[in-house]
């Protein structure tokens, strides 16, 4: 199983990143699948999820309305789109893969991705 990020990069307040998380050695539509941020100096924050089936979405408020979360099935591959961008936006982004169901237990990491949002 491996999952990479890619997509992050440098941008200024008000602009727009979309990160993918290309998936390997399982299908994404089988898995509820998030994205977690870690921002310098801070925790691990989840940002948002899909289910297996993607009709589930969930955001935490405060990207709520901003980010939107997506898969494609064909191309085995997670996005977030992220729009409106802030400087508290700046972390490395991971996609993760959840165990089962809609646990919020992960087994499998990506690598991670940077975002940085700054005038």
């Known amino acids: 199983v491996q999952l990479v990020e890619s997509g992050g990069g440098s941008v200024q307040p008000g602009g727009s990143l979309r990160l993918s998380c290309a998936a390997s050695?399982?299908?994404?539509?089988?898995?509820?699948m998030t994205w977690v941020r870690q921002a310098p100096g801070k925790g691990l924050e989840w940002v948002s999820a899909?289910?297996?089936?993607?009709?589930?979405?969930s955001y935490a408020d405060s990207v709520k309305g901003r980010f939107t979360i997506s898969r494609d099935n064909a191309e085995n591959t997670l996005y977030l789109q992220m729009n409106s961008l802030k400087p508290e936006d700046t972390a490395v982004y991971y996609c993760?893969?959840?165990?089962?169901?809609?646990?919020?237990?992960?087994?499998?990491w990506g690598q991670g991705t940077q975002v940085t949002v700054s005038s």
């Open positions: 993760a893969k959840y165990i089962s169901g809609w646990s919020h237990e992960y087994d499998y």
């Open positions: 050695g399982f299908t994404v539509s089988s898995y509820a």
């Open positions: 899909i289910n297996s089936g993607g009709g589930i979405t």
